[in-house]
């Protein structure tokens, strides 16, 4: 495969994206993420997979790199991480925009512009994709019943009389005949008033 020569960066606007990844990256993990989901495991994830990337890249971006550079340490470092632990989804998408930050300062060769509009366009999406207040009466959740239930539409009234909301997904991961148990995700929503009684006694 042919390779194409990054466009050599000026040696003060190299520092100047490396300074906007790091404030980039601080805004994602203190400004959106810990103060949303409280895990202080994975801001020491965040921090350490966006500056290690943001290494790497910008000692090989200095030299003739394919373009498949940045997708390939974008591919591996994510196949590492994912396989080591399990994230919620959101966790997930946290860990891809750290990852994508780290890339986009050293390989970016496109015009000035180009690069903090997409580091902004990144926290921009974040921030509102994972804003308390967007779809907040949805939920979903695993619940055990302690009887077993192979019928679905008794299965749902039982959800929907448990959990007061409408039930949208019943998933039976396990239904135990002996031990009358079942094992189901569901997947729901409140109404205004109920949400609203419930953030009340929260």
Known sequence: MRQVPVQEVPAMQRLALFALDLAA???LVFGLYFPRHRRRDLV???LGVNVGVLAVAGSLSSGTVGAGLGLGLFGVLSIIR???TELDQHEVA???SALALGILGPLSSGPLWLCPALMALILVVMYL???PRLLRSYRRQTLVLDSAITDQAQLVAQLEQILGAR???AHVERVDLVNETT???ARYSYDRAALRDRELVG
């Open 44 to 46: 020491v994830a965040y």
């Open 94 to 96: 946290y860990y891809f």
């Open 25 to 27: 990256v601080c805004l």
């Open 82 to 84: 994912l396989r080591s």
């Open 129 to 131: 994709g994972d804003h």
């Open 167 to 169: 039930v949208h997904v």
């Open 183 to 185: 094992v189901v995700e």
